[in-house]
């Protein structure tokens, strides 16, 4: 069993591009960063070997570089798509691009992580069932 170390920890609304990601002024439109070194700056947490966890809300494909970007560094990320969950044409721009990169590319995985959230993992992590 691979036990999964969680380094930073930060939110990200993609709604669309003028909202999406992190820009040369940081983050914008609604976006929170929690910055878990400052909060917790003794947590037993190793500096190297860990792993970034992201949890990202995506509404269209307009955040899905971003999302790709992180996975082709090595994070993990907690895909929330309830807010285009009941839209089948804007899940599937999302995931059929996210399936062909992370599993046909370069060999991560892809989970229902629940009824409205998918869980990327990279090539480096594997998912680990325990028989329920």
Avoid: C
């Amino acid at each position: 069993m691979r036990l999964h170390k969680v380094l930073v920890s930060a939110r990200y609304t993609m709604a669309n591009e003028e909202n999406a990601t992190v820009g040369p002024g940081g983050l914008r439109g609604g976006s929170h960063f929690h910055d878990m070194g400052g909060l917790y700056p003794d947590a037993p947490i190793p500096s190297e070997g860990g792993i970034v966890l992201r949890n990202a809300i995506i509404d269209g494909p307009d955040g899905l570089p971003q999302i790709m970007d992180w996975v082709a560094q090595g994070d993990m990320i907690i895909l929330d798509l309830s807010s285009i969950i009941d839209n089948p044409d804007r899940v599937k721009k999302i995931v059929e691009p996210l399936i062909q990169l992370v599993e046909k590319q370069i060999g991560g995985e892809i989970f229902n992580f629940s009824k409205k959230r998918l869980l990327v993992l990279p090539p480096t992590h594997t998912a680990v069932t325990n028989g329920v």
